[in-house]
């Protein structure tokens, strides 16, 4: 299990290093999708790190709570086990870790948000302009004889249709 932590930091790391490739490309290039993998890739991470916290909690509990071996804390001497002989404290770190946690889990929200804001932005922007589109290659038959600028039928032009 304990193994299983570091795996889990490393897989983190990664994540969160291909999630800032992924960013700075959707930033760039102003894509939905980019950003979506992003927002998506930092939550995958912060699920990670926080399995990786748990999963060291878990380890602590058990090393501490359960395992009855010599290696453990039950087959330490009483020497050890006394208060001061060692004392077990979260340090600062962890504090930062669990912050770091919290921090891109609220950065993947606002990526994905950002993300929503940024497909309603470029389908109003492409509704906006909407009505000046105009077919640029006419049908073959066009409806009151607007075909090729002349005003009406072409049969009375001589063209023998």
């Not at 897989?11 to 999708?33: E, H, P, Q």
């Amino acid at each position: 299990m304990a193994r299983s932590v570091i795996g889990l930091y490393i897989s983190g790391f990664f994540c969160i290093f291909l999630s800032f490739f992924t960013g700075v490309a959707g930033c760039w290039k102003r894509s939905y999708g980019n950003v979506v993998a992003t927002g998506l890739l930092e939550l995958f991470t912060s699920l990670l790190v926080a399995a990786a916290m748990g999963l060291w909690h878990g380890v602590h509990h058990y090393d501490y709570q359960k395992l009855k071996d010599h290696m453990a804390y039950f087959g330490w001497p009483e020497v050890l086990k006394q208060p001061g002989g060692s004392d077990f404290y979260y340090g600062w770190s962890y504090l930062l870790s669990w912050i770091g946690v919290g921090l891109n889990l609220i950065a993947a929200i606002l990526l994905l948000c950002g993300a929503h804001c940024l497909r309603h932005e470029k389908k109003k922007e492409k509704t906006k302009y909407m009505h000046y589109l105009m077919p640029v290659y006419p049908e073959k038959r066009q409806l009151y004889g607007y075909g090729y600028g002349y005003p009406g039928p072409y049969y009375q032009y001589g063209y023998g249709y």
